[in-house]
Every structure is written in structure tokens, then in C-alpha cells.
């Protein structure tokens, strides 16, 4: 759950399936592989659930994923950067 005093406007967050369009890297089972491990992985601040649905930031997990590499070398392998 998002916890950041910081919150994004409406129009930055996007589903599964939006941020794996723009963002190719990141196909929809990844994405939905690394909401479900986000504890693990420290991109909690990035995920807003809202009921069923779940919406992502890109820009917060973008940093979140950056922090998370420079301490976790799993999650560079979880990428494959």
C-alpha cells in the first residue's frame, strides 16, 4: 500500500496493461509478477489498489527500481538489465 506523503496526479498512473504498452520492457505477467512480490522488492510506494484494480506510478517505480538495484542484485535479474 502506497504510504508516501507525495501523491501522484490522476493522469500519471496507469494499469497492468498501459504500462506494459509504453513501456515494452515490461510485459503484463512481469508487471503483474513484480505487484504481486512488491513487498519483496520495495516498489510498494508505486502501487495504488483500488478495489480490484490495481494502478501503477511509472515514475515512482521507476525510482523505487532504481533504489532496489543498487542494493538487490535479484532484482537486476528479475529484469534482465
Given at each position: 500500500?502506497?504510504?508516501?506523503?507525495?501523491?501522484?496526479?490522476?493522469?500519471?498512473?496507469?494499469?497492468?496493461?498501459?504500462?506494459?504498452?509504453?513501456?515494452?520492457?515490461?510485459?503484463?505477467s512481469k508487471?503483474?509478477?513484480?505487484?504481486?512480490?512488491?513487498?519483496?522488492?520495495?516498489?510498494?510506494?508505486?502501487?495504488?489498489?483500488?478495489?480490484?484494480?490495481?494502478?501503477?506510478w511509472?515514475?515512482?517505480?521507476?525510482?523505487?527500481?532504481?533504489?532496489?538495484?543498487?542494493?538487490?542484485?535479484?532484482?537486476?535479474?528479475l529484469?534482465?538489465?
Amino acid at each position: 500500500m502506497n504510504t508516501d506523503k507525495k501523491l501522484p496526479d490522476l493522469s500519471e498512473l496507469r494499469t497492468i496493461a498501459q504500462l506494459a504498452k509504453e513501456a515494452p520492457a515490461f510485459t503484463e505477467s512481469k508487471l503483474r509478477w513484480m505487484v504481486f512480490n512488491a513487498e519483496k522488492f520495495g516498489i510498494e510506494p508505486a502501487i495504488f489498489r483500488t478495489g480490484r484494480n490495481v494502478l501503477l506510478w511509472p515514475a515512482k517505480l521507476a525510482e523505487c527500481l532504481a533504489q532496489a538495484s543498487a542494493h538487490r542484485r535479484d532484482l537486476l535479474q528479475l529484469c534482465r538489465w
